[in-house]
């Protein structure tokens, strides 16, 4: 069965600091990888998204995350946060024979002024 | 451009009560539709999903259940409320799995709060 580790629940960081939140993912196949935000009391929004190619992919707001085959890891990093980016991210994995999507337990990110 | 509609937005119920949750998906065809539930600390739980009208696929034992009685429609529902049952519902829809399509599109979501 597909499963998803954020192994820290919180993390806080200064703002201009860089930042990467840690995935780990459990999937029989190739996995489909995700990465979600989401604002207080707010649905989710993605924020990048692996299928296949290359393994460092860009998303929106100036987030990155790299695909670790052998690690088993999808981390997403930023190189300066900004006070806007608090929020709690989710990683999620999916793939070619499920329909099912499935998420961890999130991390919530604080940013010291 | 597709949207998502869930509602409604917030709900206090007692215990031992029905609940309806209703979603709908427009701008799209033949979506797959998800339930999620999402507790404080446990991140977000699928609770249901379906890829057509009539099919529903059920990933955790409990009260609640699903239905999709139109293509874009989807409706989580339970006869007898728990306390448990309390958390934020999130649904969401994706084209179908199996390409780069299988990223979630996600309602605001329903606050329940059952006393």
């Known amino acids: 069965a597909q499963s998803v580790t954020q192994p820290d629940i919180h993390i806080t960081v200064s703002e201009g600091a860089s930042l990467e939140l840690r995935c780990n993912y459990s999937y029989g196949a190739t996995p489909y990888l995700f990465w979600y935000v989401q604002s207080p009391g707010q649905g989710l929004q993605l924020l990048l998204k692996?299928?296949?190619?290359?393994?460092l992919v860009q998303g929106i707001k100036g987030f990155e995350a790299e695909f670790k085959r052998s690690q088993s890891s999808f981390n997403l990093r930023k190189p300066s946060v900004h006070w806007s980016d608090a929020a709690e991210y989710f990683c999620a994995v999916g793939g070619r024979r499920d329909d099912k999507i499935i998420f961890g337990k999130g991390t919530r990110l604080h940013i010291l002024p | 451009s597709q949207t998502i509609h869930q509602w409604p937005a917030t709900l206090v119920q007692p215990v031992g009560s029905p609940l309806s949750l209703e979603c709908t998906v427009e701008?799209?065809?033949?979506?797959?539709l998800y339930w999620y539930r999402q507790a404080a600390g446990r991140g977000l739980q699928l609770l249901f999903y379906?890829?057509?009208?009539?099919?529903i696929s059920s990933e955790v034992p409990q009260n609640l259940s699903a239905s999709r009685p139109q293509d874009r429609q989807f409706i989580l529902s339970s006869k007898k409320l728990l306390l448990s049952d309390s958390g934020f519902y999130l649904c969401?829809?994706?084209?179908?799995?199996?390409?780069?399509?299988?990223?979630?599109?996600f309602g605001e979501g329903s606050r329940l709060t059952v006393l």
């Open positions: 379906s890829v057509g009208i009539g099919q």
């Open positions: 701008g799209t065809s033949n979506p797959n």
């Open positions: 692996y299928f296949s190619g290359d393994t």
């Open positions: 969401a829809w994706s084209r179908l799995a199996g390409g780069p399509g299988g990223e979630l599109f």
